[in-house]
């Protein structure tokens, strides 16, 4: 048996983040009157540890690429590898954050993020409590502790569960919009935060947005995605210093830069000048 101090030191070291390979991925969605494909032949691969942010008007699939990388939808066809093992189920090793915060109302901020480490069995609870106490100082709440969820503000709320998803240590970290819902000034700060953690604690990030810049301030790499069926288009490496701030002139250019190629692609698919 390892000691406790064992444990939390464990629980806390660097891991090796995760490689991901998307191969051939088509999924289609039946309702009563047509079939919709929401994703047509995707292939997308992620190094260890890159950060990439998917991009792409509403509808364009890429909430459902998510959700077949973290092993909650079944692609038609296709597969998906995480370190050349085919995912099947949903794992402690890939970490979902969705677009609402989507906490536990019935538990305090230090037990939602204890609720993420609750699979560790080899932490006891005493241990279990120092790590949420580690990722919530990452978070600058470790004061909130015992606050309970209704007496947070939304950019607390996603800083909670900020911390509930990287607390079980994951190698790979999915995030669908995780910031939409918040003001200007929260998301700025969170965009330090986040790029500060991801240099820190080696992950392999997949982050969904529709807000160019945003994608071009945080990803090594932006994929650009376009609907009906949906596709992945282009990608353009971002070789930007971090950390980026979402204002700076290098950012902006970029993002516009990608926004006009979006723009390109959107018209063709509305031109019917593609399959
Ligand atoms: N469970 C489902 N049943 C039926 N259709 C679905 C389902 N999930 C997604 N779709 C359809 O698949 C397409 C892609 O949806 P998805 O949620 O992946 O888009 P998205 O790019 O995440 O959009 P948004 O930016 O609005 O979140 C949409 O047309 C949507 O209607
Ligand atoms: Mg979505």
Redesign the pocket.
């Known amino acids: 048996m390892p000691t406790e101090e064992t444990s939390v030191q464990e629980a806390l070291e660097n891991i090796q983040p995760s490689k991901i390979s998307v191969r051939g991925v088509t ?5 009563s009157r047509r079939r ?4 047509d032949d995707v292939s997308l691969d992620l190094a260890e540890g890159e950060f990439v942010v ?1 991009v ?12 077949v990388i973290a092993g909650l ?1 079944r692609p038609d066809t296709g597969e998906v590898l995480v370190d050349g093992t085919a995912v099947g189920n949903p794992g402690r090793d890939r970490m979902l954050m969705f ?1 609402d915060a989507a906490l536990f109302p019935w538990l305090d901020v230090e037990g939602n993020v204890l609720f993420g480490l609750r699979l560790k069995p080899n932490l006891d609870r005493k241990a279990r409590r120092e790590v949420a106490t580690f990722y919530l100082r990452m978070v600058g709440l470790e004061e909130f502790r015992r606050a309970a969820i209704h007496e947070l503000s939304g950019g607390m709320k996603q800083r909670v569960a900020l911390a509930r998803s990287l607390a079980p240590n994951p190698r790979v970290l999915l995030m ?2 995780p910031f939409g819902a918040l003001d200007a000034m929260t998301r700025e700060q969170l965009y330090r935060d986040l790029q500060e953690i991801w240099q820190a604690r080696r992950k392999t990030i997949l982050f ?1 947005t ?1 807000n160019v810049r945003e994608a071009v301030c945080l990803g090594d790499r932006v994929v650009l ?1 376009t ?2 069926p ?1 596709r992945v288009r282009e990608q353009f490496p971002v070789h930007l210093p971090r950390p980026r701030d979402i204002s700076g002139i290098d950012v902006a250019r970029l993002a516009s830069q990608i926004t006009a190629t979006l723009g390109r692609h959107l018209e063709r698919v509305a031109d019917g000048g593609e399959s």
């Open positions: 999924k289609s969605f039946r309702s919709l494909v929401a994703l998917l792409g008007p509403s509808g364009c699939g890429k909430s459902t690429l998510l959700n939808e677009q669908d919009e969904v529709h995605m609907p009906r949906g």
